[in-house]
């Protein structure tokens, strides 16, 4: 127990560093969530017409790297990769702070947060089966306690040294496949079930969160990888990373080709849904909408990263692959933050027009959320890396000092 | 290193912190109590439904105290349950409708909504004649000198009170449903205030208390419903309830009694020689977006 403390209390400037940026970034917050918590939610520029916004965005976009981050490791599994256990726990840990910022975001969007506990069951009143956000709910904690269940049982096995048992580990990882693409089909249900709003309410919504997804989760873990196979003995080969950014360019290939199919219906049948997208990438009434650039950034950056990754040079080289993770990486969380909630909700349902951009407060809010998940798992890879690589690193203080470059790299 | 020890002296120090954290729990509950009497038995509160018929006697009487204390007047808190073979029909004459919002600020004030910042039940559209029922060109925030204005007709929006309320099926804890005469109801006190209700609804019916709601004493109405017209909190979610507190005593709705060209009908859909049933027989019926099946227990028609 001493040495985890000295994992996370010990490091070098960098680190101290990094840590001290990320409590500012929470303490910050905590103080725009204050002002939240005792005069409302009008701190934010949501209003009846807009009812969520960027917090549910945020929201969203993580579930879809909570998801992938595990759905990438599968394969890892099936084919039985050399290094599959480390693999495992650092997409395990991902998840396991990407939902833990998942649920804070929840949190923070609620009128009345001192009542979450009328979503549990047994002591409150879940809504099932009718419910897509009691469902939400519930899948996001199975798949959080599985993911903490599995990793604490690997660095539990290698803290003492032996080998894990994979007839307990298999079954969860095979078990948290479903959960996986479970999280992010009743989320995307939660609003594609919404026949008020017909933005949403398309088949075609829960593939796109899919697909999209499988390129946000990748586009993080690649540069994850890469970066611990320099500080660490985590051995990862070249190909295995070129295996992976492929991956990524199927999959962005096919969320481009679902975004086009949507993108025929809307404007060849041209009928009164239409607004939505207008809105989304032009405007309405003569006035260009405040979101639109966010449309049109959100689509280029897929489409450059998708090139980037289609062709076989620019994908195996390093510096044009990481400049295509990080468009990936913006594209999908502008998509998801911005393109996704904002257009279903504008024009509302009466046809009228509020133009919501997020407030001060709200970005405030999302920058400590975003603190919190970073905070946790810059703790929790130190401790992993620490607990898994102790037997062939050549000492301790070297790790504590490299796992600082890890975070710093990750952050990207 | 050592790594487990009984010894280590970080446990103490961890004995002290969980000690610490405790006494601030107590500390906090202490000066909440201190703050309002009635507080914690409100933190703790039951669902409507589930609530004996003492519980549900003492939870009025508990409101009543606190809204008299707040509004420092006498206030009733009742929960009229609805009466059997009643279903609550309403319906709308577009064609009489002059836009000149009576409704809108009868509601407000029978319904107790905030004032400051304005909620309304009731959204008034001013359509273009040339367009016709078209959500696209409808403008809810028409500010006229003189209505009716030329080439545009008025469009009144308020709770459809549905048959198959998607804002009931959305709401992830069972805080909104749907009463044995058709009106759809919040329980305030247990409503989390995710919003969900509020997007599903396709008839923007659902408001939300974005901050505290302001009310003066003087512009309270005293005779409240549990599930109704009761002073609401911040950060939950309020609509039209029909005005349960007169629709369940036999009286019309604020909004059917003030409005001055007769456009507002209601009644009882299972009586067949209501007023309302007429309607449903002579007239041509609109539904607002029947294509959702929401099946709204209320009726657009056009007398002219």
Same mark, same amino acid.
């Given at each position: ?71 990438? =490791?599968?394969?890892? *599994? ?67 306690? =599985? ?10 096995? /290698? ?39 017909? *933005? ?151 046809? @009228?027009?509020? /133009? ?57 | ?88 029909? *309403? ?12 409704? =809108? ?14 909620? @309304?039940?009731? @959204? ?109 909190? @911040? ?70």
């Amino acid at each position: 127990m001493k040495v985890i403390f000295q994992i996370i209390f010990k490091g070098s400037l960098a680190y101290y560093l990094w840590v001290l940026f990320l409590l500012a970034c929470i303490i910050q917050g905590l103080f725009s969530y204050a002002s939240q918590f005792t005069d409302g939610l009008i701190v934010t520029h949501m209003r009846d017409s807009v009812s969520w916004g960027y917090y549910i965005g945020n929201f969203t976009f993580l579930v879809g790297v909570a998801a992938s981050a595990v759905m990438l =490791v599968i394969p890892a *599994y099936v084919y039985n990769w050399k290094p599959i256990k480390e693999v495992v726990v650092f997409g395990e840990l991902l998840a396991v702070a990407a939902i833990v910022m998942c649920l804070l975001f929840v949190l923070v969007d609620m009128g009345r947060p001192e009542r979450l506990w009328h979503m549990i069951p047994g002591i409150g009143d879940p809504n099932f089966p009718s419910s897509l956000m009691a469902w939400d709910a519930l899948v996001l904690n199975a798949y959080l306690m =599985v993911n903490v269940v599995v990793v604490v049982y690997l660095l539990w096995s /290698a803290y003492q040294g032996k080998h894990y048992n994979p007839r307990i580990v298999i079954p969860l990882v095979i078990l948290s496949i479903p959960l996986a693409v479970g999280i992010h089909t009743v989320t995307a249900f939660l609003y594609s079930g919404m026949a008020s709003r017909p *933005y949403w309410n398309a088949s075609i919504l829960a593939p796109r969160f899919l697909a999209s997804a499988l390129c946000s989760g990748p586009a993080v873990l690649l540069i994850l990888f890469q970066v611990l196979r320099k500080i660490s003995p985590f051995e990862i080969k070249d190909d295995a990373i070129h295996k992976i950014a492929e991956l990524m360019a199927y999959a962005m290939g096919f969320n481009l080709f679902l975004f086009g199919a949507e993108i025929f219906k809307e404007y060849y049948s041209n009928t009164h849904h239409l607004v939505h997208y207008e809105y989304l990438f032009f405007g309405l009434d003569g006035k260009p909408s405040p979101i639109a650039v966010y449309g049109w950034l959100s689509l280029i950056f897929s489409v450059v990263a998708f090139l980037i990754f289609l062709i076989p040079a620019t994908r195996k080289n390093f510096i044009t692959m990481n400049i295509g993770a990080f468009l990936i990486y913006v594209s999908v969380y502008v998509e998801k933050g911005i393109a996704l909630i904002i257009p279903g909700y504008t024009p509302d349902t009466l046809g @009228q027009i509020y /133009a919501y951009t997020p407030s001060m407060a709200e970005l405030r809010v999302a920058c400590a959320i975003f603190g919190t998940g970073f905070l946790i798992f810059t703790l929790m890879v130190r401790v992993a890396i620490y607990l898994l690589f102790r037997q062939e690193a050549k000492s301790g203080g070297g790790i504590a000092e490299d796992a600082a470059t890890v975070e710093a790299g990750s952050s990207i | 290193m050592k790594e487990r020890s009984d010894t280590d002296p970080h446990s103490v120090k961890r004995r002290d912190v969980i000690k610490s954290l405790f006494a601030l729990a107590a500390t906090y509950t202490a000066t909440g109590c201190q703050r309002d009497a009635d507080s914690l038995s409100t933190f703790f509160h039951t669902h409507f439904k589930r609530m004996s018929p003492e519980k549900l006697a003492e939870t009025l009487a508990r409101w009543e105290r606190r809204y008299s204390k707040r509004y420092n007047r006498e206030v009733n808190v009742s929960a009229t349950p609805a009466q059997d073979g009643v279903l609550f029909g *309403y319906a709308l004459d577009v064609s009489r409708c002059i836009g000149c919002r009576r409704c =809108v600020y009868a509601c407000v004030e029978e319904n107790n909504q905030s004032r400051d910042p304005q909620i @309304q039940w009731i @959204q008034v559209l001013e359509m273009d004649n040339k367009h016709g029922i078209d959500l696209r060109h409808a403008d809810a925030y028409y500010d006229a000198e003189e209505v009716p204005r030329e080439d545009k007709f008025y469009f009144p929006v308020q709770c459809q009170q549905c048959e198959n309320p998607a804002c009931v099926k959305s709401c992830p804890v069972n805080a909104t449903w749907k009463d044995p005469d058709g009106i759809v109801v919040i329980d305030y006190e247990w409503c989390v205030g995710c919003r969900c209700c509020v997007t599903a609804c396709p008839y923007g019916a659902r408001h939300f208390n974005w901050t505290k709601p302001n009310l003066a004493s003087e512009q309270l109405n005293p005779e409240t419903e549990y599930l109704g017209n009761r002073p609401r909190p @911040q950060g939950v979610v309020e609509k039209c309830t029909f005005c349960m507190q007169r629709a369940r005593k036999g009286r019309y709705p604020a909004c059917v009694e003030v409005c001055p060209v007769g456009a507002r009908k209601f009644g009882n859909l299972l009586d067949p020689k209501s007023e309302i049933n007429y309607i449903l027989k002579n007239h041509r019926i609109y539904i607002l977006k029947e294509e959702l099946n929401t099946q709204p227990k209320f009726f657009y028609y056009f007398s002219t």
